[in-house]
Nanobody, 125 residues
Framework: QVQLVESGGGLVQAGGSLRLSCAASGRTFSSYTMGWFRQAPGKEREFVAAIKWSDQQTDYADSVKGRFTVSRDNANNTVYLQMNSLKPEDTAVYYC??????????????????WGQGTQVTVSS
């Protein structure tokens, strides 16, 4: 059974940093793309970043490019989202997700078959 468990969320002041973790288990993820999405109150879920487990190719939403970094730790089966220079508009529940069966990174949520439970990130001004 595939499990994705996020951690690392919290409250931080604008300009601060947080690192989110996503512990993956239940199968081999070497052929998967791991993604991060977020959903703010009253808004639709949006793509944030993704990384291909095999070659570490990455993709970022324009809104986080240059501030967020996605990475993976093969030994611990964990994906990270390092978030720097946080802004109040980054406030949301952040979700980890796994996408299999596609050679390219797809940003659409429907392409991700596995999801974590989410972790809250709140950035105060």
């Amino acid at each position: 059974q595939v499990q994705l468990v996020e951690s690392g969320g919290g409250l931080v002041q604008a300009g601060g940093s947080l690192r989110l973790s996503c512990a993956a288990s239940g199968r081999t993820f070497s052929s998967y793309t791991m993604g991060w999405f977020r959903q703010a109150p009253g808004k639709e879920r949006e793509f944030v970043a993704a990384i291909k487990w095999s070659d570490q190719q990455t993709d970022y939403a324009d809104s986080v490019k240059g501030r967020f970094t996605v990475s993976r730790d093969n030994a611990n089966n964990t994906v990270y989202l390092q978030m720097n220079s946080l802004k109040p508009e980054d406030t949301a529940v952040y979700y980890c997700a796994a996408q299999g069966g596609y050679s390219a990174i797809l940003r659409s949520g429907w392409a991700f078959g596995y999801w974590g439970q989410g972790t809250q990130v709140t950035v105060s001004s």
